[in-house]
């Protein structure tokens, strides 16, 4: 099991089933000040890796119980917020660049030589900061930047969601959005309408899994006077209210038979009948519906109408799962915080721990988190970190150390002093790690830049304008 000793230098997990090396390994980089945990499974590794949020994971393949290095290879992206260093025997040369293609930073051949290993975990430290640094950074800066759309993320993934929804949202095509829970379908669909011609025009939106059959038709549709009881006055629907612009229908899975029915004759016809009424009535509403539930699983097994799935999807947009775009954890979390306390920032370990979880309930249950992390920040304290983070997500119920107020951080007295000041920060800040960057590269631009996450180019012109030539 995972255990622990204090330093202030960074934290080390060592996964490694032998419990001779285990033993050694850890003194040893304690010796070097290390913080240390130790795992000896898949799980106890993912277990310590939640617990500990370590910098660098120094990762032996083989694991129990099958010391199939497949095991070892599959832990990888769980730990994408660290620096993995792998561990390995002579021979292991095709799981050594399988575990390159999936992002280990570097490598250790068994049995290993105390200096080395030395050398590769400070090298290993020095990069980890530089990449936190690196985030705090691309964090910081997105604070500044609101989006009109209010889609937040720079991955590959949201850039390409965000370019379709400026493309489709022109067009007046009815469109699906599918993807799990909290990942955003809501805010897809505010987004098609806000890049519409329909933006002027009402947006409606209806929950189709929070209402009955009877009730769900006469929100939609509207029903008139003395049509059920308690129906005092005419009621007009949601489709007539929207009018002129869109309907957002969300858990349009959940959507019983008999209105799946009413509703493809709205979609064909344009038509609709309201509760108790009599004579058909029309309205213009571009329809958008979304589900997190398998409308093809559905429709297969007939609790969804086929014809009514090919009307709704004109074409269908999809939003990922945070846990597959991680890098933008970060940015989103920097944003929650900022609404809720505009002077406060997330600490480096903050950063690590949120990027290493799996947030079932995605940008919902994040949103959440950092949310109530912001609200928990002690009066004179603008600093977020991992244990306030753990406490307001229920990890934990205590809290040992209370946030430490940022004194002497400059990043922090930007969002205190305005965008002149954040300027300056940022510029010191980046000035600092391009310097780091470059000793460790030992003035190589290219391996300066890589490190730096950025192009040799974009390199060249900020030496060039930080005066660092
Ligand atoms: N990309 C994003 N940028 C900013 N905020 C987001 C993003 N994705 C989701 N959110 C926020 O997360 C919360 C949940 O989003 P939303 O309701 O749109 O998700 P959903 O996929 O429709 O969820 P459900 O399937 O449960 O209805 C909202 O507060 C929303 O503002």
Known sequence: MSNTSSSTTGHILLVDDEP????????????????????????????????????????????????????????????????VVVLSGHGDREFALRAVELGVWDFLVKPIDPDLLRMVVMRAMHKARLDAQLRELQSSRADQQPDEMGLIGQTAS???????????????????????????????????????????????????GALSAELLESELFGHLKGSFTGAHRDQPGLVEIAHGGTLFLDEVGEMPPLMQVKLLRFLQEGTFMPVGGRQEKRADVRVLAATHRDLDAMVRDGSFREDLYYRLKGMVLRTPALSDRRADVPLLAARFLHE????????????????????????????????????????????????????????????????????????????????????????????????EAMEQSGGNQSEAARVLGISRVGLIKKLGRLGLK
Not at 50 to 64: G, K, Y
């Open 158 to 208: 949201m850039q390409q969601l965000r370019a379709m929804v400026r493309r489709v949202g022109a067009t007046s095509v009815n469109l699906i959005v599918l993807g799990p829970t909290g990942t955003g379908k809501e805010l897809v669909a505010r987004a098609l309408h806000h890049c519409s011609a329909r933006r002027d025009g009402p947006f409606g939106i209806i929950h189709c």
């Open 340 to 435: 809720v306390a505009p002077d406060a920032r997330l600490s480096a370990d903050a950063i690590t721990w949120l990027q290493s979880r799996d947030w079932p309930g995605n940008v919902r249950q994040l949103k959440a988190v950092v949310e109530s992390a912001g609200a928990l920040i002690l009066a004179g304290s603008h600093l977020v970190d991992a244990e306030l983070l753990r406490f307001a997500s229920g990890e934990t119920t205590e809290l040992t150390e209370l946030p430490e107020p940022a004194t002497d951080d400059k990043t922090h007295a930007a969002a205190q002093g305005g965008a002149g000041s954040l300027d300056a920060a940022i510029q010191e800040l980046e000035t600092r790690m391009i310097r």
């Open 20 to 83: 001779a090396y285990q033993r050694l390994g850890a003194s040893f980089l304690r010796q070097l000040g290390y913080r240390v945990s130790v795992a000896g499974d898949v799980d106890e590794a993912l277990q310590a890796f939640e617990n500990d949020a370590p910098q660098v994971v120094l990762l032996d393949l083989a694991m129990p119980p099958s010391m199939d290095p497949e095991a070892g290879l599959s832990l990888i992206p769980r730990f994408a917020s660290s620096v």
